[in-house]
């Protein structure tokens, strides 16, 4: 079965080619960083496997996604490579498609984006340009298709033409590149060319791997000795830079034998957008003022209403017909109070939120659909600049308001090993969609005329709390040198109502999926642990073993608002997933929270939630992507601290102002 790599740079339209060739669906973003790992599909024909790839700009890997890249290269078989160029930035994007041409696999280029090359006067004569080269190129259309028939019209002939490619990067570098050449084996199955280009170019990755057969002295000897001629000779700062220019004087030779340039002075509507949304004054008061408009739409004018009728429904119909059938089936009082008073009551507790979480995803995957998202780490990048991170390091943390998961997870795409571990770090502080049905919950009883804003309110918090955090790990335990931030921002788009749809039922089914486990077994567990006590079964809840634990803690919790087990217990539950806060009040309060709480202390436990410790897999990410137990304890425990003291400063705060 043919295998073909998938390789291109960030926001080319990888993916959505992938989900066109295989008819599956991965996440979408129109924004780099999107593909973090390898992901793999059947083409729809079931002649092979698609394999996409992490956009990178080049072979010489600087981050985590890209050195995937580069190792599978390295160590993995395949058949052929699709390499997808963005029409619009070709003289780029032809950078690491001379690489891959070095590499010496049979390759196919799939034009895309050529109709915003078009809007900018930019017209590729795709049929020349395979004349130049050699290589079969086919314009295609990755959102909606077009040109993907060709494609695969090409894997399946089960061969592609295919005539090796070889640059002239003049007498010095072929010289060394040639005795580099004569000290591999015979029987090295990559090319061996393409292995001495890429150790010359700095690839370290490459040297790491030619270093079984050249020892580490011999190379630094040839790379330093080829450096200085070639600085004598052509004035350039070193191999790399040598390297690039013989490629870009290749690529300039194309642009002009396969390239009309019609560019008109008229302004494009990005660029016209741009004028506001990237403004140095306007930038970061319009990203929030689209935040409050999405809130103001999931929690006041849209999702509220959907989930009192989806609560109503729940209360009215649901609970009435499950305790008629329990009834009619002569079900005991034990499994009855389990089904109802935890199972229906927990679970369904959660449930009412889908609505309004499912329309803030709607609303995120429009704003990452769109180009939107780039600009926003744009802006930031002057305030995250003071905090020792960069602009690409917001993109995790805005991840992570759908799941910290997949936040942490993204902070791969980070060069500095000290600024992924702080954004790591970070990532728990942004406000998630399990978090959501606990704010819903207390916004709507205590902040009715203020939902939006408030939920708004603990939104910028976290930020602006993950910011301060940064300021003092940067500052003292991950102090390092500042690094350069270089963003690509796509053209806005208008997004394919299809695409939009899965992306957000992509988010969302994680909740729902949630619902059905981990909310479903806490719910369980936490019913029955309020149940049952020392003195046996079905005792006063204030008798039960959930008290006894909660009672441990509530003194400790009092200075903040919320010293009852009951809130206890809540968040004890909480380090599960944050969800089951909800499910568990639900159990213990029976739809009383009114009582035990007022609206101060209200926020005060909602601020709490927002920071305190990562949910359980949240954290087990952690571990996986630092490797290390002594950052995973730094999480747990600096959260809890941060936590525990913005909620008791806002708490007796606001006593000391007198609200209530």
């Known amino acids: 079965m043919m295998q073909i790599a998938l390789i291109g740079n960030p926001n080319t339209g990888k993916t959505s080619l992938f989900n066109n060739l295989t008819g599956s669906y991965a996440y979408v973003g129109n924004w780099s960083g999107v593909t973090i790992e390898k992901k793999v599909g059947m083409l729809i024909n079931n002649k092979g496997e698609l394999i996409d790839l992490p956009g990178i700009y080049s072979l010489n890997p600087l981050t985590i996604d890209e050195a995937v890249v580069t190792e599978f290269l390295l160590t993995e078989s395949f058949t052929y490579m ?23 696999k049979p390759l196919i280029i799939g034009m895309n984006m050529n109709d915003v090359a078009s809007r900018r006067g930019i017209t590729v004569d795709c049929q020349k340009l395979a004349e130049a080269i050699h290589l079969p190129i086919i314009p295609i259309s990755a959102r909606s298709g077009h040109g993907c028939q060709q494609i695969s019209d090409h894997f399946d002939m089960g061969k592609i033409n295919h005539k090796s490619f070889k640059l002239d990067y003049g007498t010095t570098l072929e010289l060394a590149i040639e005795d580099l050449i004569s000290c591999f084996p015979e029987d090295t199955k990559l090319s061996k060319r393409w292995l001495a280009i890429q150790f010359f170019e700095g690839n370290r990755s490459i040297a790491e791997f030619i270093n079984k057969w050249v020892s580490v002295q011999a ?20 191999i790399h830079e040598h390297i690039h220019q013989v490629r870009q004087d290749f690529i300039d030779q194309l642009i002009n ?15 016209r957008l741009d004028k506001i949304v990237t403004n140095r004054f306007l930038g970061i008061p319009v ?20 989930s009192d009728a989806l609560s109503l429904f729940l209360s009215d119909y649901i609970t009435i017909w499950v305790q008629l059938g329990l009834n009619s089936l002569g079900v005991n009082s034990f499994i009855q109070h389990l089904i109802l008073d935890g199972v229906v009551a927990g679970v369904g507790g959660v449930l009412v939120f889908v609505p309004q ?12 659909d769109s180009g939107y998202m780039a600009r926003v780490a744009m802006v930031m990048d002057r305030i995250m600049e003071g905090i020792g991170l960069n602009g690409k390091a917001f993109i995790p943390l805005i991840i992570g308001f759908g799941c910290n998961v997949p936040g942490v997870m993204a902070a791969r795409t980070l060069e500095h090993p000290q600024e992924r571990i702080l954004t790591v770090l970070l990532t728990p502080m942004m406000s998630c969609s399990a978090r959501l049905p606990v704010y819903a919950l207390f916004v709507a009883v205590f902040f009715s005329g203020f939902q939006a804003l408030v939920i708004l309110s603990l939104y910028v918090l976290g930020i602006v709390i993950a910011f301060i955090v940064a300021k003092l790990f940067s500052s003292s335990m991950l102090k390092g040198d500042n690094s350069f931030f270089i963003v690509e921002l796509p053209p806005y788009r208008v997004p394919q109502l299809r695409s939009l749809m899965r992306s957000t039922w992509d988010k969302g089914k994680g909740f729902v999926k949630k619902a059905g486990t981990i909310i479903f077994s806490g719910s369980v567990i936490i019913w029955f642990l309020s149940y049952a006590g020392p003195s046996g079964l079905e005792v006063g809840i204030n008798e039960s073993w959930l008290a006894s634990i909660g009672a441990w803690i509530s003194p400790l919790l009092a200075p903040l608002g919320f010293g009852t087990w009951q809130a206890s217990a809540s968040l004890l539950a909480g380090f599960l997933a944050k969800e089951v806060v909800v499910a568990t009040m639900n159990i213990l309060y029976a739809g009383q929270v009114t009582a035990a709480f007022t609206p101060l202390t209200a926020y005060s436990f909602m601020v709490f939630i927002l920071l305190y410790i990562p949910c359980l897999a949240t954290t087990v990410v952690i571990l996986k992507e630092l490797a290390s137990k002594k950052w995973v304890v730094v999480a747990v425990m600096y959260s809890l601290a941060v936590a525990y003291t913005t909620a008791f400063v806002i708490y007796q705060l606001g006593k000391w102002i007198g609200l209530s």
């Open 287 to 306: 990203f929030l003022a689209f935040l409050y408009l999405i809130f103001m739409v999931t929690f006041n004018w849209g999702g509220l209403y959907l």
């Open 257 to 271: 034998e396969c390239i009309t340039d019609n560019k008109s002075n008229r302004k494009t509507l990005t660029e």
């Open 219 to 238: 190379l630094e000897l040839k790379y330093k000795e080829t450096e200085r001629k070639l600085i004598a000779e052509h004035s350039v700062r070193g």
């Open 82 to 104: 699709l390499n997808i160029v963005d029409a619009s930035q070709f003289k780029r994007n032809m950078h690491l498609t001379v690489q891959l041409m070095e590499f010496g």
């Open 357 to 368: 979480i499912m329309i803030l995803f709607l609303f995120i995957s429009l704003l990452e």
